[in-house]
């Protein structure tokens, strides 16, 4: 498999991610959705960001100084189902259940510290963050006690292609759910910027569910676009 890819305006956003996973952070700053819209293509997701068609030079520029750093990792593309699950599973999914348990405790405080004041916010809070570690927690089982033993089996059958294939899609759609929770979040915290009436709690929490937004992202980038095309 080819290492690089060139950036142009027809790039999908999936595909940059993978090839170039340092640039997710400035898309996340920009809202650019490159997890359930991956097949968006550069070209549609500027146009509907409101930016010009410079920037498309300017992630060409940070995608050749990246090429160019003698210790960058090696592409997810480049490695075997066994090899990107493994990755998945140590990277992802252990950190993002480290996360969601770590959350569950903060917003549990802050429900109580901040109800008298901040009601709506710390009941949306809740409300998300708990449906989102349910959701998610079913999910791991899924890929990890059905999905991912079969996809590392080396003889499948046509039968057990089909059975991933239908598999995958079910999963592809827990994914836009997940996407759709926090969008939904960043949109109601601003951002994730704690009101002027957060406690230290308060604050912490804003960190945590911003790194696991960005983190769900890129393993979403990941599975929809890297492991789950493999079946396509």
Same mark, same amino acid.
């Given at each position: 498999?080819?290492?690089?890819?060139?950036?142009?305006?027809?790039?999908?956003?999936?595909?940059?991610?993978?090839?170039?996973?340092?640039?997710?952070?400035?898309?996340?700053?920009?809202?650019? $959705?490159?997890?359930?819209?991956?097949?968006?293509?550069?070209?549609?997701?500027?146009?509907?960001?409101? #930016?010009?068609?410079?920037?498309?030079?300017?992630?060409?520029?940070?995608?050749d100084?990246? #090429?160019?750093?003698?210790d960058?990792?090696?592409?997810?593309?480049?490695?075997?189902?066994?090899?990107?699950?493994d990755?998945?599973?140590?990277?992802?999914?252990?950190?993002?259940?480290?996360?969601?348990?770590?959350?569950?405790? #903060?917003?549990n !405080?802050?429900? +109580?510290?901040?109800? $008298?004041?901040? !009601?709506?916010?710390?009941?949306?809070?809740?409300?998300?963050?708990?449906? +989102?570690k349910?959701?998610?927690?079913?999910? &791991?089982?899924?890929?990890?006690?059905?999905? &991912?033993?079969?996809?590392?089996? +080396?003889?499948?059958?046509?039968?057990?292609?089909?059975a991933?294939?239908?598999?995958?899609?079910?999963?592809?759609?827990?994914?836009?759910?997940a996407?759709?929770?926090?969008?939904?979040?960043?949109?109601?915290?601003?951002? &994730?910027?704690?009101?002027?009436?957060?406690?230290p709690?308060?604050?912490?929490?804003?960190?945590?569910?911003?790194?696991?937004?960005? $983190?769900?992202?890129?393993?979403?980038?990941?599975?929809?676009?890297?492991? &789950?095309?493999?079946?396509?």
């Open positions: 498999m080819n290492q690089m890819i060139s950036i142009n305006s027809q790039t999908h956003l999936g595909e940059l991610v993978t090839y170039f996973p340092a640039i997710t952070s400035r898309l996340n700053e920009l809202h650019i $959705d490159y997890c359930c819209q991956g097949d968006r293509t550069l070209e549609a997701a500027i146009k509907e960001a409101g #930016l010009s068609s410079n920037f498309i030079t300017e992630v060409q520029n940070e995608y100084e990246f #090429l160019a750093k003698p960058k990792e090696i592409s997810v593309t480049e490695l075997s189902d066994e090899q990107l699950i990755l998945i599973l140590e990277i992802h999914h252990q950190p993002e259940r480290v996360l969601l348990r770590e959350l569950d405790q #903060l917003l !405080k802050i429900l +109580l510290a901040h109800y $008298d004041h901040g !009601k709506e916010l710390v009941l949306m809070l809740h409300h998300n963050l708990s449906k +989102l349910m959701e998610l927690e079913e999910h &791991f089982a899924k890929e990890e006690k059905e999905l &991912f033993p079969a996809m590392c089996n +080396l003889n499948k059958t046509p039968e057990e292609r089909a991933i294939r239908s598999n995958i899609l079910e999963l592809e759609g827990e994914h836009d759910g996407g759709q929770t926090i969008k939904h979040l960043i949109k109601e915290t601003n951002d &994730f910027t704690p009101p002027e009436y957060a406690c709690s308060m604050k912490a929490a804003y960190l945590k569910l911003h790194e696991l937004a960005d $983190d769900i992202f890129l393993h979403i980038a990941k599975e929809n676009g890297v492991l &789950f095309k493999r079946y396509e």
